[in-house]
């Protein structure tokens, strides 16, 4: 006798088939994605190679906007750096009075050394001074000076860590007022005028950068717009085919950021070369100097940064003109 099964009985089984394998889409549509990158770079590097010279051409062209930028920015910091160096060595020269009592010499020195923003206190007697001049020009003053004319000097170091500007400026005006001194002078003056000088180039030189990159914004964008026009008739059988926008798109962005790498690359060389070049020169200027000049050349940060930038204004000269090229087939 044959057992018949219910209804509910052979839905239970159905239930109990074992399911097909399952797919994982999320792997799947990585997989898909990442080669579709890789396929748009190798497409990216055979428009880099099709016409070589033209890219070479536009890579230097690249290079050298990006090199004038890049070495105000290294120049700049250094001479940033130097500014605090020069700042700890600045200090006030006092001159005094000619006849000068010795109990008056003590008496501003003891009052001077009570200033919190006097850090050091040093004292040349006149005959002192004349030394010292006599040992800086290498000749013997007194066959042509008469008597001694130079005057005793306290010279003051300040401590600029724990001063600013608005104490120093009253120190200097009650220094002025003292008994007995006849000069006061700011050995920072100097100083201070030399950075508002390199403040302004500074500013001049952020304009003229913005305007080299901006050049180099439209160097790349005019290089991959005649590139799309060259593969115009293959974009649009892609479009006909059913391309999206970002698939057209991505191979000429990873040239714009092919032009935009080399191109920083090469100016990171030119800037090390520049300023392996004019080293012997600083260094002959500044020789005799207290505090020479020396120039730092790239460090990572900066061969990062002008990579990056580079790479973003290759990006974004790529993304204005693909999407001027789609916009005007509009399927």
Known sequence: MIKQESPSTGANRRHELPPDKPQNPPIANVRLWLNNHKQALHRAKFHLTHNLFASIVTILVIASTLTLPASFQILFSNLQGKEDQLAQHSGISIFLQKNIAQETIQQLQEQMTAKPEIKALSYLSAADVLAEFQASVGINSKKLLPGN???AVIYLTLDMANSSATTIQSLEQWLGELHGVDLVQMDSQWINQLFAIVDLV???SLLLALFLIFSVLVIIGNTIRLLAQHYYDEILVSKLMGATDAYVRRPFLYSGVLFGL???FFACVFVFLGFLWLDP???AVTH???NSLTINGLNFTD???ILLLGALLGIGGAWIASNRI??????
């Open 149 to 151: 004319p130079l005057p």
């Open 326 to 331: 789609i916009n005007e087939i509009s399927i």
């Open 262 to 264: 080399l191109g920083g």
């Open 288 to 290: 005799n100097s207290v």
């Open 281 to 283: 020169e600083i260094t």
């Open 303 to 305: 061969i990062s940064s």
């Open 202 to 204: 500074k500013n001049l």
